[in-house]
């Protein structure tokens, strides 16, 4: 049984209404217990009511929490595009095959260009990314990539199209730490509404994909649902499920969440539910509320002045001075970008603006110092 059987007898959409029930006895009681929470108290904490009522509240908590499990590191990060090639046609993303533009796929010589440029910037932490295509940049293209980002890379991430569990397995084996991989949205209408062609357009496949990473071994797996593109309520507490599921199921991997929210791409789509601000750091807090163990991920699409405010409040890794085109650090602005960066400002003021507030950014895995810095 996978994920996907689990969360198939269940109705998503339910789950709105379960958070918009939630009253204060709720909210108190899931402020009162210890991590991990149940779904029950994770829906209480995502609720509007707790947006008003409680969140200073919720806030202090979950900066407490924080502090306690990972100091005051932020772990620092850069991803590097691989390629801008794609196969599926999704309609919120500037990579998808209907988008007509120049395609490109880095050779070696390229990527070791663009990992030499981000060495220069501080960074070992590296996220490979890439569109999504088997023939050009499938398993035997990562698997030519990875012992050369080894050598550039102290911890190793990769953000590509879902693989199967034993190509998983021959990336551990070249180097490979960690996962990323977004469900975009647990709405089974919502994905074929959006996801219109390529293999993406495989929900069962996608979903799953969380559970070849744990069979594989692979020590740190990536979630998160793309904010905007359904009804976020539905789309927090499945994942709060799937989060679940996880520590039940993989208990020896460790998870980490994303929150990514819907930027302008071309291809001009827009977010059907926008998630605002305060929405969006109420939701950083039930996270770390809900499991004090997560890492807490923010990158780029948020504006510094919003990255500057919500990062005490549970943010543990923090990517900055990024591209999300294809060689866009060594040869910035040949080839078109994923989604449009909103933070624009440079690694040292990043790293100025974390260093005033109090924390340290530490460029590799942070994983064996954050109880150093205190």
């Known amino acids: 049984m996978s994920f996907f059987d689990v969360i198939s007898k269940v109705d998503t959409d339910s789950f709105i209404k379960l958070v918009e029930s939630k009253t204060d006895a709720d909210i108190e009681k899931a402020l009162s217990k210890n991590s991990p929470l149940d779904l029950d108290d994770f829906a209480a904490l995502i609720s ?11 806030v202090r908590k979950s900066m407490q929490l924080t502090r306690k499990r990972f100091g005051r590191c932020m772990n620092m990060y850069l991803p590097l595009y691989l390629t801008n090639l794609c196969s599926n046609k999704c309609a919120y993303c500037g990579f998808s095959v ?13 990527i070791e260009e663009e990992l030499q440029a981000m060495n220069k910037m501080g960074y070992s932490n590296i996220l490979l990314v890439s569109g999504e295509n088997s023939k050009r940049a499938g398993i035997d293209y990562f698997a030519s990539v990875l012992p ?76 998160g649902a793309l904010l905007g593109l359904y009804d976020w309520r539905s789309d927090l507490c499945s994942l709060a499920m799937h989060v679940l599921y996880m520590r039940d199921r993989y208990w020896k991997t460790s998870l980490s969440i994303s929150f990514p929210r819907l930027r302008p791409a071309a291809g001009g789509y827009e977010p059907h539910s926008p998630v605002s601000d305060a ?15 997560l890492d807490l991920t923010i990158s780029t699409r948020e504006s510094a002045q919003f990255r500057d ?37 440079t690694v040292d003021e990043v790293v100025a603006a974390m260093e005033k507030s109090g ?16």
């Open 148 to 223: 050369l980002a080894k050598k550039y890379a102290n911890y190793l991430q990769m953000e590509v199209q879902p693989l199967e569990t034993e190509e998983y397995a021959l990336l551990k084996s070249l180097g490979l730490d960690a996962v990323s991989v977004y469900q975009e949205t647990y709405n089974p209408d919502c994905y074929k509404k959006v996801h219109l062609g390529g293999k993406k357009a495989d929900m069962k496949y996608r979903l799953e994909t969380p559970d070849r990473l744990g069979m594989a071994g692979i020590d740190k797996v990536g979630l």
């Open 98 to 110: 209907m988008n007509k533009f120049k395609r490109v796929v880095l050779t070696l010589d390229e």
């Open 309 to 345: 405010l919500i990062l005490p409040a549970g943010i543990t890794a923090v990517s900055a001075g990024s591209s999300t085109e294809p060689g866009g650090y060594a040869h910035k602005g040949k080839n078109l970008e994923q989604w449009t960066v909103n933070d624009d400002r």
């Open 359 to 374: 924390f340290e950014a530490v460029f590799h895995n942070a994983s064996a110092t954050y109880f150093k810095c205190v």
């Open 48 to 58: 509007e009511r707790a947006r008003k009522n409680y969140l200073d509240v919720m």
């Open 279 to 293: 929405k969006l750091l109420q939701i950083i807090c039930a996270w770390r509320i809900f499991d004090n163990e």
